[in-house]
C-alpha cells in the first residue's frame, strides 16, 4: 500500500514567548502542497525567504537548534519539528513573527494540540521514505555519542541518556510507533540542572523563562539564599528542592521523563534529513550537536541512495535505440569527434549515450600517453552530443541541423576516464526545449561511479 503525503487542513495560530530572547512570538501552522516539505516564514521582515528544515542550514546547537538562511535566523525550532513529525504531517508552512519559536511550556504538546484541531488533509503524492536497509552505525567522537540504525516496518526510536548525575541517573526510553508521540513523547519537557540555569541567567540568556517550561534538576547543595533569590527572579512565592533532587516548579509526567524529552529532541532534529525514515534509531548519550550530525549523515546516504537509482542500467546484448550508423546520420561528426556509440535509451525528457573508450583514440596520442586519460573537455563533449540527439530526433530531417554550446555550468569531474573505460551519459532536461534552446542536466557514469557531472545549454539551428 502506498503511503500519501499529509498537511493540515486549515491554519491554526499559537502564541507564547521565545525562552532566550523573552519576546512575545505567534507562530501560525498553515496548508502546505504536495512535495513542499516543512518550510519556515519570518513575516516580521520585509523580506520574503523561505527557510526549509534542513540540516544544512543549521548554524548552531549550543541552546537548541537554529536554522539560517540568507542572514535571517530561526532559533529553537526543535520542539516545533518534532510535533510536525510526530503528527505524521509531511509538508506546512510555518509563519512565525519573530526569530525564536515560543518555548510554550518546553514541551511539544502544545504544538500537538493546534494541530490536532487543523486536522489532517492526504495529498495526492506518495510519501518517500529513507529505508534503512542495513546496519548503520554513526559516532560521534565530540559528544561521546553513538546512534545506530537498523531496518524496521515502522519509525522506532530508542534514546539512553547518563550526565553521571545521581539525581537523573542512567535512563531510557523508547517510541515503538509514531502514533504514540502524541501521549507518550510530546508532553514531555526540557530540562536543566540548576547550575546551567544560574549560567544561563548571568550570561542574560532565558529571558523567557519562568520556572514553568523547564524540570529544574538540583545535584549539589544550594542554600536556601539562593533558593530565594530564584523565587524572586522568577517572580515565584518560594522555591524549594524536593527528596529526588528537582525544584518544586514542576511535577514530573514520567520517571524517565528526561529521557523522553531527548527522544523528542530526536523526533525533530532527523526531520532535518530531509525524508522520512523507515527504520530503528538507538541513540546513546544524544544531544542537538550529534542529533544534527547524525541527520546531515543521513541526508548524504540519501543523496546517494538517489544517485545510485538513477544510474541507468546498460547491456551489451540489448538492441540500441540508435546505432553508430543511426546516429551519423543525425549528428554531423565525424571522426575524431563523433563521441557517442550507441544511444540506448530516449524519452521526452531524457537520453542515455555510449561512448566505449579505447587506447586507439586520437587525443591519447598526446594526451598523458604515459597514463592516457579522456580530457574533461572531450567528457563535456560527449555528453552534448548525446543531448543533441534527444533535441534532434524531435525535428524532421535532423541532418539539416547543428547543436551549438550556449552555456556550460556546475562542472565537477570526480573521476579519471581510461582506455578500457565504458562511458555511460545520461542526458535529462532541466526545462522544456523552448525556441530550440534545451538545458540538461547529464551526468556520466563509469560502472556505478559518478565520473563527472555538469549542466549544459545549447541551441540546434538550422544549417545555412
Not at 49 to 60: G, K, M, N, P
Not at 309 to 322: C, E, H, K, L, T
Not at 393 to 420: A, H, M, W
Amino acid at each position: 500500500m502506498i503511503e500519501k503525503q499529509k498537511t493540515i487542513k486549515t491554519p491554526v495560530t499559537v502564541s507564547g514567548v521565545g525562552l532566550h530572547t523573552g519576546q512575545t512570538v505567534t507562530l501560525t501552522f498553515k496548508p502546505a502542497g504536495e512535495n513542499t516539505g516543512i518550510r519556515f516564514l519570518r513575516t516580521d521582515l520585509d523580506e520574503e525567504v523561505f527557510i526549509e528544515a534542513d540540516a544544512d542550514y543549521v548554524v548552531d546547537t549550543s541552546r537548541g537548534t537554529t536554522l539560517e538562511k540568507d542572514g535571517i535566523q530561526l532559533i529553537t525550532i526543535e520542539h516545533v519539528l518534532a510535533a510536525i513529525t510526530g503528527m505524521d504531517i509531511d509538508n506546512v508552512l510555518v509563519e512565525v513573527d519573530c526569530a525564536e519559536m515560543p518555548i510554550m511550556d518546553g514541551s511539544s504538546k502544545l504544538y500537538v494540540e493546534v494541530l490536532e484541531k487543523a486536522g489532517l488533509e492526504e495529498q495526492d503524492a506518495p510519501r518517500e521514505y529513507f529505508e534503512v536497509t542495513e546496519s548503520i552505525r554513526f559516532y560521534d567522537e565530540d559528544k561521546d555519542c553513538e546512534f545506530i540504525a537498523v531496518p524496521s516496518e515502522n519509525y522506532r526510536i530508542s534514546s539512553l541518556i547518563d550526565y553521571g548525575s545521581k539525581v537523573i541517573g542512567s535512563q531510557y526510553a523508547i517510541l515503538d510507533k509514531l502514533s504514540d508521540f502524541g501521549t507518550e513523547i510530546a508532553p514531555c519537557r526540557t530540562f536543566v540542572f540548576l547550575h546551567e540555569l544560574e549560567y544561563l541567567l548571568k550570561q542574560n540568556l532565558i529571558k523567557g523563562g519562568d520556572l514553568s517550561n523547564a524540570i529544574v534538576y538540583v545535584d549539589k547543595p544550594v542554600s536556601q539564599e539562593e533558593l530565594d533569590r530564584l523565587a524572586e527572579l522568577f517572580n515565584k512565592p518560594s522555591v524549594a528542592v524536593r527528596n529526588e533532587g528537582i525544584l518544586n516548579n514542576l511535577e514530573p509526567y514520567f520517571e524517565n521523563e528526561a529521557a523522553r524529552h531527548k527522544l523528542l529532541d530526536i523526533v525533530g532534529d532527523l526531520t532535518l534529513a530531509g525524508k522520512r525514515i523507515k527504520g530503528q534509531i538507538i541513540a546513546r548519550k544524544p544531544g542537538h550537536y550529534s542529533n544534527v550530525k547524525f541527520a546531515r549523515h543521513i541526508k548524504k546516504l540519501i543523496k546517494k541512495r538517489i544517485a545510485e537509482q538513477q544510474i541507468p542500467s546498460y547491456d551489451p546484448d540489448r538492441q540500441p535505440v540508435f546505432d553508430i550508423n543511426a546516429i551519423k546520420g543525425m549528428l554531423p561528426h565525424r571522426y575524431p569527434f563523433l563521441l557517442v556509440d550507441k544511444i540506448i535509451e530516449i524519452s521526452e525528457s531524457h537520453v542515455v549515450g555510449i561512448k566505449n573508450i579505447t587506447m586507439n583514440e586520437s587525443f591519447f596520442t598526446g594526451h598523458f600517453p604515459n597514463e592516457p586519460v579522456m580530457p574533461g573537455v572531450l567528457q563535456i563533449e560527449a555528453m552534448a552530443q548525446a543531448g543533441g540527439i534527444l533535441i534532434l530526433s524531435t525535428v524532421e530531417n535532423p541532418e539539416e541541423y547543428s547543436t551549438y554550446f550556449l552555456k556550460i555550468d556546475n562542472v565537477k569531474f570526480k573521476q579519471k576516464v581510461v582506455p578500457g573505460d565504458t562511458l555511460i551519459m545520461k542526458c535529462s532536461l532541466v526545462s522544456p526545449v523552448r525556441r530550440g534552446i534545451c538545458h540538461m542536466r547529464c551526468v556520466g557514469y563509469v560502472g556505478s561511479k559518478i565520473v563527472i557531472e555538469s549542466e549544459l545549454m545549447a541551441q540546434i539551428a538550422k544549417n545555412k
